[in-house]
């Protein structure tokens, strides 16, 4: 297989596929227009996505190491798609659901779609990795799999590490009737043994948990890098364990569990309910084993009897088995095997007022690019309002952020000092609601007000609301951003914040805080639309604007940059307006179930994906309004939410209109623009389900771009002087 071209289809495939009539064949696309077959699986193209990572592990136009990269976070991907995904699925077919998906699948027909296709991909990932350690190697990085290459000095050294470091921490547990078999945990990783006495004693059989604290490989001593994995460390001095025991039979295997939480919609304390639900997850059932493929049947049956797996759940797999591990690998110290590092610009409007941003806002909207401009801004922003003794309010909500955020940080001391601050925190973050309960309680010891949400909502938007008394009265100012209050995620994220002092804005922000704290929905808005009350509605009614400015000869287009799109409505009104002649162009990195290029029904859709460097994660979206893309007097709008059921129905989430002149055309115009115009980081989905890579190295590539044009809104006065370019709804400030 060429690793530079696109992925070859594969066998559980065939359930996306869709026959096509020959061009002289009367197409009834009334009848497809109503057909499951309209649609692709959820699921199956969300693979597809993973998939498409995994081939960036191949590109040999990224450095060695960040191939190493992509690899691991496809398998990083692929476990956590298993611990949600997949267990939804089986709970699904274990609780007899019969419901079909919009693509006319039951759940026991996606079930075993899903693991064929987990399959091949898992067995490609094993693949990639002989591939990438034999070229380490060549690159000077060894990855030993065994002692039998190390040196004497190596191995002296190792054997006082292991000593050292490794033999404290771990504990054998022998399996018979008197030491029932242990509790595994997620993500837990243990070797597996039967061990032969020297002696008359009957053969043992033994267990040996690999602590998560413990380094899968282990840097050894030298000039030269060499790793070895940490159970061929164990394998080598087994005997400090086990003495007067030899092996006998060997394995290894990793376990995955079901991660979902059930709530209690009648939960009267929430916080209690979430560390009894955490504290639940961790026992969840196993939902993947996954062990060495030359493992002995009877240890293998041991195991998968024990953890109490189903055969169709259990893989035995070639080579390395915990593949997410491989990031461990990427040395900082090899920089000529990673991507040239950059330094994040900062505003140069914000830099021209003496580092002031209210004052940059209020003498101009902007937006910052996240990661080409630094998230220091938003940082900043927040710092800015706890120290100034004019701010008097403070209202933020938190989704996700990182450990020792200087975001929670900067609320704490807003809160200490006196400033009304209010804090939204969701519970609900899926991997990080541990987290958000620390944070939770350090805000309410600072005296901040927090609170949780709904039960049967997320609250996935990013609203930062500060409130401040100037000469003329109060002034509000705001930040809605696209992605999470993440200083860490936010320099491999491509995201927008949208900073601005727009009154309506943010008096709509303030009644969107009114409805997450007070639950009481608010009469109207006069520019936001959000979910679950009228992201969907607007966006569906934006949509029949084109598809009627089509119908009367007007020009009609939408483009549009998700991370998913997977709502049937959405798509079906996509559908409609393609058929009317509206020209739709999206940029979906990941799921998309919309299947594009079908004569009749959506030959005036086009679908890419863009995978490279940068995590693409900001939500766009551009309709023509009567003129030509790109104009000024398209409606652009950026948002919070991917379009998909939950984002419509239950999540918490915003649509910005975007007016100023400035912003306008940095998103329309460049951002919008150039994703259209990447060919080398993209690939274009067809109407059968199948990606393929477009372009080759002499292509344009969207991030090396926006890494290298500083945008209109980042420029301070001198650089940016405007042009005539009146956007829609307003003129620009």
Same mark, same amino acid.
């Given at each position: 297989?060429?690793?530079?071209?696109?992925?070859?289809?594969?066998?559980?495939?065939?359930?996306?596929?869709?026959?096509?009539?020959?061009?002289?064949?009367?197409?009834?696309?009334?009848?497809?227009?109503?057909?499951?077959?309209?649609?692709?699986?959820?699921?199956?193209?969300?693979?597809?996505?993973?998939?498409?990572?995994?081939?960036?592990?191949?590109?040999?136009?990224?450095?060695?190491?960040?191939?190493?990269?992509?690899?691991?976070?496809?398998?990083?991907?692929?476990?956590?798609?298993?611990?949600?995904?997949?267990?939804?699925?089986?709970?699904?077919?274990?609780?007899?659901?019969?419901?079909?998906?919009?693509?006319?699948?039951?759940?026991?027909?996606?079930?075993?779609?899903?693991?064929?296709?987990?399959?091949?991909?898992?067995?490609?990932?094993?693949?990639?990795?002989?591939?990438?350690?034999?070229?380490?190697?060549?690159?000077?990085?060894?990855?030993?799999?065994?002692?039998?290459?190390?040196?004497?000095?190596?191995?002296?050294?190792?054997?006082?590490?292991?000593?050292?470091?490794?033999?404290?921490?771990?504990?054998?547990?022998?399996?018979?009737?008197?030491?029932?078999?242990?509790?595994?945990?997620?993500?837990?990783?243990?070797?597996?043994?039967?061990?032969?006495?020297?002696?008359?004693?009957?053969?043992?059989?033994?267990?040996?948990?690999?602590?998560?604290?413990?380094?899968?490989?282990?840097?050894?001593?030298?000039?030269?890098?060499?790793?070895?994995?940490?159970?061929?460390?164990?394998?080598?001095?087994?005997?400090?364990?086990?003495?007067?025991?030899?092996?006998?039979?060997?394995?290894?295997?990793?376990?995955?569990?079901?991660?979902?939480?059930?709530?209690?919609?009648?939960?009267?304390?929430?916080?209690?309910?979430?560390?009894?639900?955490?504290?639940?997850?961790?026992?969840?059932?196993?939902?993947?084993?996954?062990?060495?493929?030359?493992?002995?049947?009877?240890?293998?049956?041991?195991?998968?009897?024990?953890?109490?797996?189903?055969?169709?759940?259990?893989?035995?797999?070639?080579?390395?088995?915990?593949?997410?591990?491989?990031?461990?690998?990427?040395?900082?110290?090899?920089?000529?095997?990673?991507?040239?590092?950059?330094?994040?610009?900062?505003?140069?409007?914000?830099?021209?007022?003496?580092?002031?941003?209210?004052?940059?806002?209020?003498?101009?909207?902007?937006?910052?690019?996240? #990661?080409?401009?630094?998230?220091?801004?938003?940082?900043?922003?927040?710092?800015?309002?706890?120290?100034?003794?004019?701010?008097?309010?403070?209202?933020?909500?938190?989704?996700?952020?990182?450990?020792?955020? #200087?975001?929670?940080?900067?609320?704490?001391?807003?809160?200490?000092?006196?400033?009304?601050?209010?804090?939204?925190?969701?519970?609900?973050?899926?991997?990080?609601?541990?987290?958000?309960?620390?944070?939770?309680?350090?805000?309410?010891?600072?005296?901040?007000?927090?609170?949780?949400?709904?039960?049967?909502?997320?609250?996935?938007?990013?609203?930062?609301?500060?409130?401040?008394?100037?000469?003329?009265?109060?002034?509000?100012?705001?930040?809605?951003?696209?992605?999470?209050?993440? #200083?860490?995620?936010?320099?491999?994220?491509?995201?927008?914040?949208?900073?601005?002092?727009?009154?309506?804005?943010?008096?709509?922000?303030?009644?969107?805080?009114?409805?997450?704290?007070?639950?009481?929905?608010?009469?109207?808005?006069?520019?936001?639309?959000?979910?679950?009350?009228?992201?969907?509605?607007?966006?569906?009614?934006?949509?029949?604007?084109?598809?009627?400015?089509?119908?009367?000869?007007?020009?009609?287009?939408?483009?549009?940059?998700?991370?998913?799109?997977?709502?049937?409505?959405?798509?079906?009104?996509?559908?409609?307006?393609?058929?009317?002649?509206?020209?739709?162009?999206?940029?979906?990195?990941?799921?998309?179930?919309?299947?594009?290029?079908?004569?009749?029904?959506?030959?005036?859709?086009?679908?890419?994906?863009?995978?490279?460097?940068?995590?693409?994660?900001?939500?766009?979206?551009?309709?023509?309004?009567?003129?030509?893309?790109?104009?000024?007097?398209?409606?652009?709008?950026?948002?919070?939410?991917?379009?998909?059921?939950?984002?419509?129905?239950?999540?918490?989430?915003?649509?910005?209109?975007?007016?100023?002149?400035?912003?306008?055309?940095?998103?329309?115009?460049?951002?919008?623009?150039?994703?259209?115009?990447?060919?080398?980081?993209?690939?274009?989905?067809?109407?059968?389900?199948?990606?393929?890579?477009?372009?080759?190295?002499?292509?344009?590539?969207?991030?090396?771009?926006?890494?290298?044009?500083?945008?209109?809104?980042?420029?301070?006065?001198?650089?940016?002087?405007?042009?005539?370019?009146?956007?829609?709804?307003?003129?620009?400030?």
């Amino acid at each position: 297989m060429d690793k530079n071209s696109a992925p070859t289809p594969n066998a559980s495939a065939e359930v996306l596929t869709l026959v096509l009539p020959h061009d002289d064949t009367p197409f009834a696309h009334e009848i497809l227009s109503e057909s499951p077959k309209r649609f692709i699986n959820r699921e199956l193209s969300w693979l597809a996505f993973n998939r498409r990572v995994l081939e960036e592990a191949y590109n040999i136009s990224h450095p060695l190491l960040e191939r190493v990269r992509f690899l691991s976070i496809s398998a990083s991907n692929l476990d956590e798609f298993y611990m949600v995904r997949v267990a939804g699925l089986r709970g699904q077919v274990q609780a007899g659901v019969k419901t079909h998906s919009d693509d006319g699948m039951s759940p026991r027909k996606q079930l075993a779609a899903v693991r064929a296709n987990a399959a091949e991909l898992m067995a490609e990932q094993g693949l990639c990795w002989d591939v990438l350690r034999t070229e380490l190697l060549g690159n000077g990085i060894a990855v030993y799999d065994d002692g039998l290459k190390l040196t004497d000095e190596e191995f002296i050294w190792l054997e006082n590490h292991f000593i050292e470091h490794i033999f404290p921490v771990l504990t054998p547990i022998a399996t018979n009737p008197t030491h029932p078999f242990p509790f595994i945990p997620n993500l837990g990783f243990c070797l597996v043994y039967m061990l032969e006495h020297d002696g008359t004693e009957e053969p043992l059989r033994a267990l040996l948990p690999i602590p998560s604290l413990l380094e899968r490989f282990i840097r050894l001593p030298g000039d030269d890098i060499h790793f070895i994995q940490v159970e061929a460390v164990i394998d080598l001095f087994l005997d400090r364990l086990f003495p007067s025991y030899k092996i006998q039979q060997a394995g290894c295997f990793r376990v995955l569990r079901d991660s979902e939480m059930e709530i209690d919609e009648e939960a009267e304390d929430l916080v209690r309910t979430f560390e009894s639900a955490l504290k639940r997850r961790r026992r969840g059932s196993v939902i993947r084993l996954t062990y060495n493929a030359d493992m002995p049947d009877d240890l293998c049956d041991l195991v998968t009897h024990e953890l109490n797996v189903d055969t169709n759940d259990a893989m035995g797999l070639e080579g390395l088995i915990g593949m997410a591990n491989t990031i461990e690998l990427v040395l900082d110290e090899r920089a000529d095997l990673l991507f040239k590092p950059f330094n994040a610009r900062f505003p140069e409007r914000i830099r021209d007022l003496g580092g002031d941003i209210f004052a940059a806002i209020r003498k101009k909207d902007f937006i910052v690019h996240h #990661p080409y401009e630094t998230f220091d801004t938003v940082v900043q922003f927040i710092r800015q309002a706890a120290r100034d003794p004019k701010v008097v309010a403070i209202k933020q909500t938190l989704y996700r952020t990182s450990n020792n955020s #200087p975001i929670v940080e900067a609320l704490i001391e807003a809160a200490e000092s006196g400033k009304s601050v209010t804090a939204m925190v969701e519970l609900q973050a899926r991997f990080d609601e541990e987290a958000n309960l620390r944070w939770a309680r350090d805000l309410e010891r600072a005296g901040a007000q927090v609170v949780y949400g709904f039960l049967d909502k997320k609250t996935h938007a990013k609203v930062n609301l500060i409130v401040r008394r100037e000469a003329h009265g109060l002034r509000s100012y705001v930040h809605y951003g696209t992605g999470n209050y993440h #200083p860490i995620t936010a320099k491999t994220y491509t995201d927008l914040s949208f900073f601005t002092c727009d009154q309506a804005l943010c008096r709509d922000a303030a009644r969107i805080f009114n409805y997450m704290t007070g639950h009481a929905k608010p009469d109207a808005m006069e520019k936001l639309s959000f979910g679950p009350l009228t992201l969907r509605d607007t966006l569906m009614d934006l949509v029949e604007v084109e598809t009627e400015n089509a119908r009367a000869g007007k020009p009609a287009g939408i483009w549009a940059k998700l991370n998913a799109l997977v709502d049937s409505s959405i798509i079906d009104a996509l559908y409609r307006a393609s058929e009317a002649g509206v020209q739709i162009d999206l940029v979906v990195r990941g799921i998309c179930c919309l299947r594009p290029g079908i004569k009749g029904l959506s030959e005036n859709i086009q679908v890419k994906s863009i995978v490279g460097r940068f995590l693409e994660h900001a939500r766009i979206v551009c309709f023509a309004n009567g003129e030509p893309l790109p104009s000024g007097n398209a409606k652009v709008f950026v948002s919070s939410a991917d379009w998909m059921p939950r984002n419509f129905h239950r999540r918490i989430e915003t649509l910005v209109p975007i007016e100023n002149l400035t912003v306008h055309r940095q998103v329309l115009n460049e951002i919008m623009a150039i994703n259209l115009k990447d060919e080398m980081q993209s690939w274009v989905l067809s109407s059968d389900g199948q990606y393929s890579r477009v372009g080759n190295d002499q292509n344009i590539s969207s991030h090396e771009y926006f890494l290298t044009h500083i945008s209109h809104s980042g420029q301070g006065e001198e650089k940016n002087r405007e042009t005539k370019y009146k956007p829609a709804g307003r003129s620009g400030r």
